[in-house]
């Protein structure tokens, strides 16, 4: 699949899947006429990726300006807040067509482009972040909801004169109240301990049990293919599970993080898929010799379009983010608990 063609960008059709009913959204990215081909950085030591929950109060100052600054940059800058919420929405809700397939609409969802997709995404609003604020080694903190002190909305997230809160979201989902891992819509009234214990379960189930690249990542698709052919184990579930659970039942599209246009607009949707792409780096860890990512050049030259943080457009292939670490960052380590949790 090629890098979209912005300038056959059109706007978005969001579906809400309780009604069915429709709205159109304009989520074009400002255009430009040049386009750089992504290298790789250079730096001399691997950031680490915090856990949302053990930031300290320096940290959470750094974090709360670089958001801040993000929020005041003027709506056309691409690096501001409202565009990079929009870059979800246009490549989620058929903004783009596949390069030469205009009947076909361009969906990063649903397949093998889910992990390697979202990947770049963080990766530069981690650099746009960073450079607001003057600092080339900020990283973005996780939301550790695969461990049993991740499980609530982060602390940090629910200051209501925070730039890092969100107003959209289900009022009762807010802490102390436990995250259910496979929540499909409807409240379970399960303990504390139980809740814990299918979170658990649910965890080792999809990053244990699914052993081969097209169960974890999802499906193959190419140019011309008809979107949303399969997706992998985590993005099913908690992927899912987690954007329902916060997302707004009172507004109409669930928004914010109910919906995909709209999931972007909530500073947690970045520290949910940190966790994410966490768990990408987690499974290749794991014990057996099917635990790879594929090598089907269609994957690996599979490429996107994003702005950096100087603005410049830049287009990425999957094959340069398969290492969390040649992109300099990883992840804090922390306890894995689902490792242990064989349901
Ligand atoms: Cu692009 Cu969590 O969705």
């Known amino acids: 699949i090629a890098a979209p063609d912005l300038s056959l960008c059109e706007n978005s059709t969001v579906t809400s899947s309780s009604s069915g009913t429709s709205m159109s959204v304009p989520c074009c990215p400002p255009k430009a006429t040049n386009i750089i081909d992504f290298k790789p950085p250079r730096f001399s030591n691997i950031r680490l990726r915090p856990a949302a929950h053990l930031v300290d109060a320096n940290y959470l100052e750094k974090f709360t300006k670089a958001m801040e600054l993000m929020k005041a940059l003027p709506h056309d800058d691409p690096r501001s807040f409202k565009q990079q919420a929009n870059v979800h929405c246009a490549y989620c809700n058929g903004a783009y067509d596949h390069v030469g397939f205009p009947d076909q609409q361009l969906q990063i969802h649903f397949s093998w482009l889910f992990f390697p997709f979202h990947r770049f995404y963080l990766y530069f609003y981690e650099r746009i972040l960073g450079k607001l604020i ?47 891992l496979d929540y499909a819509g409807t409240e379970e009234l399960l303990s504390k301990r139980d809740q814990i214990k299918s979170n658990l379960s649910v965890m080792y189930r999809q990053m244990v049990t699914y052993k081969t690249p097209s169960l ?49 607009r909530d500073p947690l949707f970045y520290a949910h898929h940190c966790n994410v792409d966490r768990l990408w780096n987690i499974w290749k860890s794991l014990p057996g010799k099917k635990r790879t990512d ?32 040649t992109l300099g960052y990883d992840y804090q380590k922390v306890n894995i608990p689902w490792l242990k949790n064989k349901p």
């Not at 002190?149 to 979201?169: F, N, Q």
């Not at 989902?173 to 259910?180: C, E, I, S």
């Not at 050049?297 to 994003?306: C, K, N, R």
């Open 134 to 180: 003057g600092d080339p080694n900020f990283v973005m903190p996780f939301w550790n909801w695969d461990s049993t002190p991740g499980m609530v909305i982060p602390d940090i997230y629910v200051d209501p004169t925070s730039p890092l809160y969100d107003e959209k979201r289900n009022v009762d989902h807010q802490p102390p109240k436990m995250l259910d």
């Open 294 to 325: 594929f090598t089907d050049t269609d994957w690996l030259d599979s490429s996107f379009l994003f702005y950096d943080e100087n603005a410049n457009l830049v287009r990425v292939k999957v094959r340069d983010c398969l290492n969390s670490r």
């Open 216 to 264: 974890f990542h999802g499906a193959a698709y190419r140019a011309g293919d008809n979107p949303s052919p399969g997706m992998g184990s985590v993005e099913n579930n908690p992927h899912t599970a987690v954007h329902r659970w916060v997302g707004d039942k009172r507004e109409p599209f669930s928004e914010d993080m109910g919906n995909f246009y709209s999931a972007g």
